[in-house]
């Protein structure tokens, strides 16, 4: 029996969601699949779109591979649009033919809507929404310095955060009287314009474009119907969507009055054989510019293909949660209270800048929608309440108000029933969560694969987490937060203790708050927090048994048991002369020499004992120890800044220099590193760092709790335009914060993720001193620079320190057997007989 | 057949780090001396050769107690091994050897073979 032909018009993530529903479904071997996209790549995530901005490849976004088509036998047609459907034949054509179908699939999605405004053709003139779209709004902004957002909701803010991301001074005007006029009200609308403005995004509302001209200052100036204009040197429109159904409407099917291809509950069009799904096809009368309804409305058809009678979108929850400039805002819901009978509450702090209302049903018995804006962490809660129809409780405002005024604590997952939705990208419910932890998945990480719970948008991560943690614990999976088995605490505790109750050794810490005589979990853990208080020398007395081998030896052991050593080379620039120590020292005593990725020399191959000399001689030259070795700051890489480069606008050598100098010693969770580059070129790779800083033309852009490595993490924008002093100011809360309270071992990155409230609790801590805690933070940075010394200089100025450095201490000569030499590319490497 | 053993003088009591480890050169190769003083004995001695990598480096490993155990874990990959019997803790396959050490005066002495060949131990 020969297949039948099922052809998918569009690649998008619709589009791809169908085919990975229809591929693991019988039906999928009924039919031969083609699936025909008018872009060049293969499917991408639209909704991290601007990710693309921040780093992001099309490889990151992509949602599959072109093996993966192939190993299901799709044939896919990239760079081929669909130009002509007929019905009769059923039949599509391309540029390249014409081609067969027996099923026809229209994900199409659909197109920016552009204003019939005189001027919009401009070449400086752009959508938003494909890649390209995106590489020619880059290029534009090269040579620009401002633009403007047509457009205030979600995508045009969204194109507003990219904009700034580009280093333009951005603009958003909106015809309506506030922003996200959908989502929100007008007291959320103004909220969030005075949060984006704090950020630098100028606001222009009620104002209706009526020509684009050539500008006087910029490139471009936008006439206003108020007789105002803006000059700016690109335009992004994101005035909405419209339905892509061209190939509907020239092939007769049915469509709305305002566009969209008309379907029934099974996704179906006005022709039994052609089928639409996501933003091109409308549903009663609606179009969702979703994801999560594409998705839903992809699995529906996919069963409706499967011969499932029972099969049916029933229309979709439109409700929202996002950051968009990093501000959190949340629409749940009949956000307006348009249901007959409903009842407003809510709760407006200006002071800390939190807005919520929640619209109860007229019986003040069911939620039935929010709004939120400045804070989201009421979100999921109220999302539960609302879709699975929970009783609200008797005074309902306790939902939405602060904890110090009475708030209620947030819905545990207990108290959601196995129906409750918690992704609703792919459609998981509690159940299905217990269902996978009952089949063996044992953490969050091996659940995530299995249900594929928040891999869609991942606004649910939170809510997953605690629900997971939750089911393991009653499944008696035990979710210790203890140290180890010495200490019933955690690091943030043991700090805790140790700040407050004065503890200056482990002896006194584990005699008085612990048990046994401590691990090598442990030990290094008080160590570091010893020495991020007291700042006492890793090597004194009391403290040499709690370092691991590289900070006793302050050096790094390698797989032979030798040690390599990088001298601190602060922001990468060294003089010839200590260049050329460093090249003596290596040759003298046959030390292997390779560049590090943060601008410094290692040198590797040194016995113990040869360690005090080799420092000897690099203290003389004027090097001191680079902390390699240690959970503390690394490096501050830098490019080379506005002293040479062109395009430079700030010091980034110096200030890099700078940073380096202040934070080098500092003891933390793990190891910190920090980069800054002089404009936005970003040649420094900051946004990858702990700690980046890029040059502004007004000063210094921070972003924080970046990562590279094994778990990549772009860093977050958290302050802009910052003076010297500011910057400093405010990288000292940072890091003091992190160091107080991190765990053991945690990156700041993911001690960010695991901040309850995440970048903006960090915020509020640090840039407006919600807790009152940033004089002391700032105390305590300072008597940790004050004491600073060269760990090194210390140890081979004392001879009680270098005994510690002999290989056997009752062999001098004695070389280890077991370091063995071979020489390859011109230099030494060892060779280690397995034993 | 036990071989010939004498008590080397390795070290003396200076040269020992209270709760951590030094190495010492020994005909039989080099050896371990761990140093904790809330034990009773406590004075440990093991092969200063880490079985897993093949380094010499065990003596500068952290020491510690789990499960009441005296252990020191490997500064390479982290094993642990019992100070008094030698085993690794996470693969029973696998344990260093280990030597009777005693305090004599000032000076700390192992037991160690006594070896046939002199040149072996160069």
Redesign the interface.
């Known amino acids: 029996m020969s297949k039948k032909t099922l052809i998918v018009v569009g690649n998008g993530m619709v589009g791809h969601h169908f085919l990975e529903q229809l591929v693991a479904s019988p039906a999928a071997a009924e039919y031969d699949i083609l699936v025909f996209g008018e872009e060049k790549q293969l499917a991408y995530d639209r909704v991290h779109l601007s990710e693309y901005f921040a780093g992001s490849t099309h490889t990151d976004l992509a949602m599959g591979t072109s093996d993966w088509y192939t190993e299901q036998g799709i044939q896919l047609l990239l760079n081929e649009p669909v130009t002509g459907l007929d019905r009769d034949q059923r039949t599509v054509t391309t540029p390249k033919g014409d081609y067969n179908y027996d099923e026809l699939v229209l994900a199409t999605g659909s197109y920016p809507f552009v204003p019939p405004i005189e001027g919009r053709e401009h070449p400086h003139c752009f959508v938003y929404r494909t890649l390209e779209d995106l590489d020619a709004i880059r290029a534009s902004a090269q040579a620009g310095k401002s633009g403007v957002v047509v457009g205030g909701g979600l995508l045009g803010l969204e194109a507003a955060n990219a904009l700034k991301s580009l280093g333009l001074q951005a603009h958003v005007v909106e015809f309506a009287p506030r922003l996200m006029p959908v989502q929100l009200d007008t007291d959320g609308g103004a909220l969030l314009r005075h949060k984006i403005e704090e950020l630098g995004v100028q606001v222009h509302t009620e104002k209706a474009t009526t020509a684009i001209v050539a500008g006087e200052e910029a490139r471009l100036r936008m006439n206003f119907n108020d007789d105002s204009h803006l000059e700016t040197d690109l335009i992004v429109f994101s005035a909405g969507i419209r339905p892509q159904d061209a190939l509907a409407r020239s092939s007769g099917l049915e469509v709305g009055e305002r566009g969209g291809i008309v379907v029934n509950d099974q996704c179906t069009t006005s022709d039994p054989h052609i089928h639409a799904i996501g933003e091109c096809a409308l549903w009663d009368q609606r179009i969702f510019g979703l994801v999560a309804p594409g998705y839903t409305m992809a699995r529906t058809l996919a069963s409706v293909l499967n011969g499932d009678q029972d099969a049916a979108f029933t229309g979709a929850d439109m409700s929202t949660k996002l950051k968009l400039l990093g501000v959190d805002v949340g629409s749940i819901g009949d956000a307006h209270g348009q249901t007959p009978g409903a009842r407003n509450i809510r709760f407006n702090d200006e002071q800390v800048g939190h807005y919520r209302r929640m619209v109860v049903s007229e019986d003040g018995k069911k939620l039935l929608g929010a709004i939120l804006v400045g804070d989201n962490s009421h979100y999921d809660t109220l999302l539960q309440y609302a879709l699975n129809g929970i009783a609200l409780p008797d005074n309902p405002e306790t939902l939405i108000l602060p904890e110090s005024q009475g708030g209620a604590p947030a819905l545990g997952p207990d108290a959601l029933p196995e129906t409750a939705s918690i992704c609703s990208c792919h459609n998981v419910t509690k159940g299905d969560i217990c269902g996978a932890i009952d089949a063996g998945c044992g953490d969050l990480g091996s659940v995530k694969s299995e249900t594929k719970a928040s891999t869609g948008c991942g606004g649910c991560t939170a809510l997953l987490k605690n629900v997971v943690d939750s089911e393991l614990e009653k499944r008696g999976v035990e979710v210790s937060k203890d140290l180890c088995e010495h200490f019933p605490y955690s690091r943030q505790e043991l700090f805790h203790l140790v700040k407050v109750n004065g503890i200056r050794t482990f002896a006194t810490l584990i005699r008085q708050h612990g048990r046994g005589h401590g691990c090598d979990i442990c030990k290094p853990a008080v160590g570091s927090i010893l020495a991020s208080c007291w700042n006492e020398h890793i090597l004194a007395t009391d403290h040499v048994p709690l370092q691991d081998t590289n900070d006793t030896f302050m050096a790094n052991m390698q797989k032979n048991g030798t040690y390599s050593i990088v001298p601190r080379i602060p922001g990468g620039e060294i003089t010839p002369d200590k260049l050329i120590v460093l090249g003596e020292v290596a040759k003298q005593y046959n030390l292997y020499t390779k560049i590090t990725g943060g601008q410094r020399v290692d040198l590797f191959g040194a016995t113990l004992s040869e360690l005090p000399e080799i420092w000897e001689k690099l203290i003389a030259a004027g090097f001191e120890t680079g902390h390699a070795y240690g959970k503390s700051l690394r490096t501050v890489k830098s490019c080379v800044g506005s002293t040479w480069c062109r395009y430079g606008v700030q010091d980034s050598v110096g200030m890099a220099i700078r940073l380096e100098d202040r934070y080098k010693g500092l003891r933390a969770p793990h190891k910190v590193k920090m980069a800054v580059s002089g404009c936005t070129r970003e040649c420094a790779e900051a946004q990858s760092k702990d700690f980046g800083v890029i040059a502004t033309e007004n000063g210094w852009n921070l972003y924080v709790c970046g990562n590279g490595g094994m778990r990549p993490r772009h860093a977050d924008l958290f302050a802009t335009d910052l003076s010297d002093e500011e910057l400093i100011r405010t990288i000292d809360r940072v890091v003091m914060l992190y160091v107080r309270t991190a765990d053991r071992l945690q990156r700041t990155s993911v001690w960010m993720e695991n901040l309850e409230g995440g970048l903006e609790y960090l915020k509020q801590v640090v840039l407006e001193d919600s807790l009152g805690i940033c004089a002391e933070l700032e105390e305590h940075m300072d008597g940790i620079v004050g004491t600073y010394q060269c760990e090194w200089k210390t140890a081979v100025e004392d001879p009680e320190k270098r005994k510690r450095f002999r290989e056997f201490v009752n062999a001098p000569a004695q070389k280890d057997p077991v370091q063995q030499w071979t020489t390859e590319r011109d230099q030494r490497r060892p060779v280690l007989e397995s034993a | 057949m036990k071989a010939r053993t004498y008590w080397d003088a ?2 003396t009591v200076g ?1 020992l ?4 480890g ?4 020994t005909e039989d ?2 050896v371990a001396v761990f140093y ?1 003083p ?1 034990r009773l004995p406590a004075l440990f001695a093991i092969s200063h ?9 065990l003596a ?9 155990q ?2 020191v ?1 490997s ?2 990959y ?1 094993q ?1 091994f019992n100070l008094v019997t030698g085993q690794c803790l996470e693969d029973e396959a696998v344990s260093v050897k280990t030597y009777p050490v005693l305090l004599d005066g000032d000076e700390i002495r192992l037991e160690v073979a006594v070896n046939q060949s002199e040149t072996e131990a160069a």
């Open positions: 390795v070290c040269d780090v209270p709760e951590s030094i190495a010492v050169w190769g080099p904790l809330h050769t880490d079985p897993f990598s093949g380094a010499n480096v500068r490993g952290l020491t510690g107690d789990l499960k009441g005296p252990v874990a500064p390479l982290k642990h």
